[in-house]
């Protein structure tokens, strides 16, 4: 071997050799997505061999990973990342992992862009993979193809907003009246049967988790039956033709019960349905056998709606002293620890608002309690919202109607690394 060849070969970079057999597969490979709105698909991985998943991102193009495996994202063609809060990635079935990608509407508009300057109309879903062993990372691409969201794509909602019909923003009604109609905006992709139920939870009941909040075809197969069931009060089936946005109807008023005093959450639960352009075959990603059933697929959870019964006499004027205890004004959290809300002095209240916003004036969160109930414990998402900046937050006393009876002033904290 001359010395030139022996040089070139000791400058060229170490390349990982994987056989095809040992390497992490999925399914689908490919899928069509809106190209001017988000996507939501269930992507099924196997033969993960231990190995865990780490970052995701979309990029326009590929490039080798060496010394890791497959093709990473060429980082000039960055359009986004998944955000953490929407990481619905659970390990399932045989070695594998069961994985929600929700293409943000700002990634696809970034993709859009540049196939309009000429550039591919294809982009990449890559999922990042470490072996807890110290071997070298492994990158796992899906093609995205660009499409108008249509009939060609997988049935998935995008955005679910329930609401009372009702001029209230807190319904709130006498023992024995009537609940206000409900009704369901929704904006999905593709088309299908969206199938499901309407359950109550009653006061006094342990409240859903956010597990059971999310639709059953965004839980991996096994864990579709461990999602707890309330009492259900009505059932749905219809099917929604390819045109994005649909209004879906609420169960009977009078079905909806207000006999005891109390809060009560409506929940509306998605079945899975049918859907060839969105349903994962678990033998193709060598994590099982037979298809995985994913219309009606969402990247979130589904949030319930809230109505309050009580007696129009138990209802008083706020009382006096009505006043937040903490955070103190100007408190500097820790950003690791729950964040936690009290307030004191208004027992009258029917219930109360939480509302947390930004000094800009923007409301990140917004929660119903009961007048009883003076403390608020913030779920862990807040954090992502409120960091690297003030905010701000207050207490509202309601009454019967929802009529306000009275209000806290704002008071400012921030969340701060500790020194």
């Known amino acids: 071997m001359s010395r030139h060849l022996w040089c070139a070969l000791l400058a060229a970079p170490l390349v990982t050799v994987v056989p095809a057999h040992a390497q992490i597969s999925r399914h689908p490979t490919g899928v069509n997505v809106n190209a001017m709105g988000a996507t939501t698909v269930f992507v099924s991985f196997g033969n993960l061999d231990g190995r865990i998943p780490a970052d995701a991102l979309w990029c ?12 990473r994202c060429d980082p000039a063609t960055l359009f986004g990342s998944l955000p953490t809060r929407y990481d619905l990635a659970r390990p399932s079935g045989n070695n594998g992992l069961t994985d929600i990608m929700s293409i943000p509407a ?4 970034r993709a859009y862009q540049a196939a309009a300057r000429g550039e591919s109309s294809e982009f990449y879903y ?12 492994e990158y796992v691409a899906v093609t995205c193809r ?21 001029e209230e923003p807190v319904v ?3 023992a024995g009246e009537r609940v206000p109609p409900v009704t369901v905006a929704i904006k999905f992709n593709g088309t299908g049967r969206l199938r499901g139920r309407w359950e109550i939870v009653r006061p006094g009941e342990d409240p859903p988790t956010e597990e059971d909040l999310l639709p059953e075809a965004s839980l ?11 009492t259900e009060i009505e059932r749905f089936d219809v099917f929604v033709p390819p045109v994005g946005e649909f209004t879906l109807a609420g169960p009977d008023p009078a079905k909806l019960p207000s006999a005891a005093s109390g809060e009560y959450l409506l929940l509306l639960r998605i079945e899975p349905s049918d859907d060839k352009e969105g349903d994962s075959d678990l033998a193709a990603a060598l994590a099982g056998n037979g298809l995985v059933h994913t219309g009606g697929v969402a990247g979130f959870f589904i949030p319930p709606l809230r109505y309050t019964v009580g007696s129009v006499n138990a209802v008083g004027v706020a009382a006096a002293g009505f006043r937040q205890l903490q955070p103190a004004p100007g408190a500097r959290l820790d950003p690791a620890a729950r964040m936690e ?3 004191a002095g208004n027992s009258g209240a029917l219930f109360h608002r939480i509302e947390i916003g930004r000094a800009d004036g923007s409301i990140v969160l917004e929660a119903i309690l009961p007048g009883g109930e003076d403390v ?5 998402w807040l954090r992502e919202r409120v960091a690297g900046r003030p905010f701000r937050w207050r207490v509202v006393s309601l009454g019967t109607g929802g009529r306000t009876t009275a209000v806290t002033p704002w008071r400012e904290a921030a969340l701060v690394e500790p020194s």
Do not use: C, H, K, N
Not at 62 to 71: C, H, N, S, T
Not at 106 to 109: D, G, I, P
Not at 129 to 137: R, V, Y
Not at 155 to 166: I, N, P, Y
């Open 60 to 71: 326009g193009a590929l490039v080798p990973a060496a010394p890791d495996i497959g093709d």
């Open 106 to 109: 700002s990634v696809a508009r």
């Open 126 to 137: 890559v999922r990042r993979f470490i072996d807890p062993a110290g071997g070298p990372d």
């Open 146 to 166: 660009m499409t108008d969201g249509g009939a060609r794509a997988p049935f998935a909602l995008t955005d679910v907003r329930l609401a009372f019909a009702s």
């Open 172 to 174: 709130a009604v006498r």
């Open 220 to 230: 991996p197969l096994e864990l579709r039956v461990s999602q707890r069931r309330f």
């Open 341 to 343: 809300f009290r307030w």
């Open 376 to 380: 608020y414990r913030a779920p862990t």
